[in-house]
């Protein structure tokens, strides 16, 4: 049976008349949820020590996540004479439950964008439950000036208690812990939890050697489907779909897994709202690793839309340059796609790091409206200025990436990496 074609929706037309994301940002902003963080407790996150605001987080009144990590040995720094210092960098968000009722406005604003009552097959009681789980993050309110504390297993017998600093203004604590000097295997996984808590919170932390492969991969419309050029397809493929891969990167991936055995990092600009989401898309489909997102919370859906579109280049190569600094001796391999900036900001990582970067490849992303100009060849020789035509390659269909990779691999036995 031929599938009856979608009406658009009023705010589709719209859009398609004013041709940018502004017109989008600015009708979901009026109509989403208004900006819940509570005042006290981010001019609060400024005060510093001996903050009066400070509490510890509450289980019964607190939603506490713990990202995956990576940890890393320190080039040059030591606790004995043989073994550097482990480190790894604690990522925690910490926000203050919500209503159901804040929930129903939230899904009713994304609902009405999509124009979700028009389309067949989506306005179901299960489209809007799943659309509830994953707007939750964007409407519960921001904890800053919360603790918490940890238990770090390092072994069966040895294990860790860690106090971190308050939450930021974003609800976000990021430090960096040291945990230890042992020599642990590439690839040792453990499982730091939340202390004096309720119920179970953890986080995977895998260790990884100072040398080595690396993937640094984007995941919008890199090896997720979420018309990133277009905003009301954002909404569609973030809140309301299912998530979908594309096609063979899963494929591909394990196919780098089993050959480079690399440690992954997915460095998205969606804000850490998504990470619940993101983390488990990406367990079912594609080899574990770090997910690195914006640090910033977006309380309204005109915002998270800007996560998408603007300074992607410069948060990308901050972030890189963040894990350059923590390992400098790895070999790296860079994925991303045409939508945005990641021409852009893989070769400007390229021109700072030479030795670093060994390859780059870019998805050429067809499947999407209105890409003709990101997708012409002078765009890409435009990008990739000053860098050896031999490391970079952009493709259309990941079966194209399997002799690059096995080349690689081949080189690395030849190099002795």
């Known amino acids: 049976m031929q599938r009856r074609r979608r009406q658009e929706t009023p705010l589709e037309k719209e859009t398609r008349s004013k041709g940018n994301f502004q017109h989008v940002e600015n009708v979901l902003a009026l109509g989403s949820v208004l900006n819940l963080r509570p005042f006290l407790g981010v001019v609060g996150s400024f005060l510093g020590k001996g903050n009066p605001l400070v509490r510890p987080a509450n289980p019964e009144r607190h939603r506490v996540w713990l990202f995956d990590n990576t940890a890393y040995r320190v080039p040059g720094g030591r606790f004995n004479n043989r073994d550097p210092a482990w480190q790894v960098e604690i990522v925690a968000c910490i926000f203050s439950k ?97 202390r004096h808590w309720s119920h179970t919170v953890s986080m995977d932390t895998e260790f990884a050697a100072p040398r080595g492969w690396m993937i640094i991969s984007d995941v919008d419309d890199t090896i997720k489907y979420t018309q990133t ?84 280049q410069a948060y990308k190569v901050e972030r890189m340059e963040k894990l350059y600094r923590w390992f400098p001796k790895r070999a790296i391999i860079c994925i991303g796609d045409s939508t945005q900036s990641d021409p852009e900001a893989y070769a400007e990582i390229y021109r700072k790091h030479k030795q670093w970067v060994r390859a780059i490849f870019i998805r050429k992303v067809t499947d999407v409206a209105n890409m003709e100009e990101k997708n012409k060849d002078k765009r890409f020789v435009k990008a990739f200025e000053g860098v050896p035509d031999t490391v970079w390659r952009v493709f259309e269909d990941a079966q194209e990436l399997y002799r690059e990779v096995d080349f690689l691999q081949r080189q690395e036995y030849r190099d002795g990496r």
């Not at 850490?272 to 309380?299: C, H, K, V």
């Open 98 to 194: 919500c209503t159901r009722k804040e929930v129903g406005k939230f899904v009713a604003t994304v609902a009405d964008a999509i124009g979700l009552d028009g389309d067949v097959g989506l306005d179901s009681p299960k489209t809007r439950e799943r659309m509830a789980e994953r707007v939750q993050p964007f409407v519960d309110s921001i904890a800053p000036c919360r603790t918490i504390s940890l238990d770090i297993p390092i072994t069966r017998h040895e294990v860790l208690k860690r106090k971190l600093k308050p939450s930021g203004k974003n609800g976000i604590i990021s430090q960096t812990v040291r945990i230890g000097g042992k020599d642990l295997p590439d690839g040792t996984v453990i499982h730091p939890s939340l």
């Open 229 to 312: 050029s277009d905003p009301i397809g954002i909404l569609r493929t973030t809140f309301a779909e299912e998530p979908r891969s594309i096609a063979g990167m899963p494929r591909l991936y394990a196919h780098v897994d089993r050959e480079l055995s690399p440690a992954w990092f997915y460095l998205s600009a969606s804000p850490y709202n998504l990470y619940p989401f993101l983390r488990a898309f990406l367990r079912q489909e594609y080899p574990p690793g770090t997910l690195i997102l914006r640090d910033t919370s977006w309380m309204d859906l005109g915002g998270l839309l800007k996560s998408f579109t603007q300074g992607t």
